[in-house]
């Protein structure tokens, strides 16, 4: 659903050209690739190896992130990789050192960075607002939907 949703940023930007979109499902890519005008690929790899591709996202589950991103960026591409980077701190700092060694840019999509509650509660920690700050629980999200228990966020890979 991310990479869907980078997908149609990246075609309705007036500023980059979506060259093409892959997915485990060849379907998903089809139906991708029909609705944003580009072409469908069977694999990561072969775009990587694409030299019209100047930038990469990375949407997949956590398991094939750090392995895709690295492969993009000593390719000479920039990347741009969901949360997590990486599903511990070596894959991240192997993700850090692949970016430093290629010279090329690397950025991880945290998208509620910007949120306004996100926002609001900066603003009132910046402030002093609610005093010194020791431990923060926060929640925020959605509460699924049928078949959320089967998707890749329930498989460990």
């Known amino acids: 659903m991310i990479g869907a949703k980078r997908a149609r940023e990246v075609y309705e930007h007036p500023s980059t050209d979506l060259q093409s979109v892959t997915d485990v499902a060849p379907e998903r ?28 996202v ?42 430093r060694r290629s010279g090329r840019i690397l950025k991880v999509g945290f998208n509620h960075r910007y949120h306004p509650a996100i926002r609001a509660a900066h603003r009132h920690v910046a402030q002093g607002a609610i005093g010194d700050v020791i431990h923060v629980r926060a929640r925020y999200g959605h509460g699924g939907r049928p078949g959320y228990e089967r998707e890749w966020r329930a498989n460990p890979i």
């Open 58 to 99: 990375v949407c997949t589950p956590n398991g094939y992130t750090a392995e895709i991103a690295v492969a993009a960026l000593s390719a000479g591409k920039h990347v741009l990789v969901e949360k997590p980077p990486g599903r511990d701190l070596s894959e991240t700092q192997t993700l850090s050192d692949a970016a």
């Open 29 to 56: 890519s089809a139906e991708l690739a029909d609705k944003y005008r580009c072409k469908a690929v069977a694999n990561w790899q072969t775009v990587v190896a694409d030299d019209r591709v100047n930038v990469i």
